[in-house]
C-alpha cells in the first residue's frame, strides 16, 4: 500500500510539476518587477529630496537678496529724503534772506514816499529786482527737487520789467 500511495503522490506530482515550474516563473517575474518598482521608487524618493533641499535653497536665496533690495532700497530713499531736506532748508534759507531784503526796501519806499519821486522809482526798481531774484531762485530749487512724477513748471514765470507792486 504504500507503494500505491507513493505511486499516487508522485503521479500528482508529476501533473503539477509543470504548473508548478510556471507559477514559479509567474512569481519570480513578479517579483523581479516589484524590486524594479522599489528601486524605482527609492530613485524618484532621492530625486524628490534632492529638488526639495534645491527648492528650500532657492528659497533661501531670494529672501536674502528680497531683505537686501529691500535694505537698499531703504537706503536710497533715506539718503534722497536727507537731500530734499538739505535743499529745502537752503531754499527756505535763501528766499528768506531775499524776501527780507524786499521788506526793507519796502519799508524804505514807505518812509521814502514823502520824499523825492526819482528815489522813489529807484527803490521799487530794486524791489522788482530782489523779487525776480526770488522767483528764480524758487523756480531753481523747484528744478532741483524736481523728481520724476514731480512737477516741474516754474513758481512763477514773470519777467522783470513786468512786476508791479500795489
Known sequence: MKTAEALGHRARHDRMKPSLIRRTAELAASNRQLQQGVLQRKLMADDFAQRGRHRQKSLEESLARQKRLRQWTHGVLAAQEDERKSI?????????????????????????????????????????RLVVASLQSVNRFARELGAPGKCRRPVANVPPGRIALE
Open 88 to 128: 529745502s532748508h537752503e531754499l527756505h534759507d535763501e528766499i528768506a534772506q531775499t524776501l527780507l531784503g524786499v521788506q526793507v526796501r519796502l519799508l524804505t519806499l514807505k518812509t521814502a514816499a514823502h520824499g523825492k519821486a526819482g528815489n522813489l522809482t529807484k527803490e521799487i526798481a530794486s524791489a522788482q
